[in-house]
């Protein structure tokens, strides 16, 4: 089963709802697939994949931003710089916003 791989400081977001989707440079998965949801080493369920949409970083609203757990766009790019390298994220490449349901178990 793929894994959806989260850091620890997003736990909280998650478990709340308040994080519903994530952003990424790049992925495999589809829409209506499961998939394993870890945050650090520690896994926390199974998620539904609602929705996989490719974008332009610069593309993002600010609907979409709130709905990775981010307040602002700097923010989230601050997030992925630290994740991607500064070089990647501030070049505007091409973004996958991953929406997902956590699964009751």
């Known amino acids: 089963m793929k894994k959806l791989v989260f850091k620890l400081d997003y736990a909280g977001k998650i478990l709340s709802g ?6 990424r440079l ?14 650090g080493h520690v896994r926390i369920g199974k998620a ?12 993002l609203s600010d609907d979409e931003i709130k709905a990775d757990g981010f307040n602002t766009r700097e923010e989230l790019l601050k ?20 929406e997902f349901q956590l699964m009751e178990s």
């Open 48 to 59: 539904i994949v609602k929705k996989v949409q490719k974008k332009k970083l610069s593309e």
């Open 26 to 39: 790049s992925t495999d998965l589809r829409e209506n697939e499961i998939v394993e949801v870890y945050v």
């Open 79 to 98: 997030a992925l710089a630290k994740i991607y390298g500064s070089k990647r994220v501030y070049s505007d490449p091409v973004v996958y916003i991953i």
């Open 18 to 23: 308040e994080k519903r989707t994530t952003i």
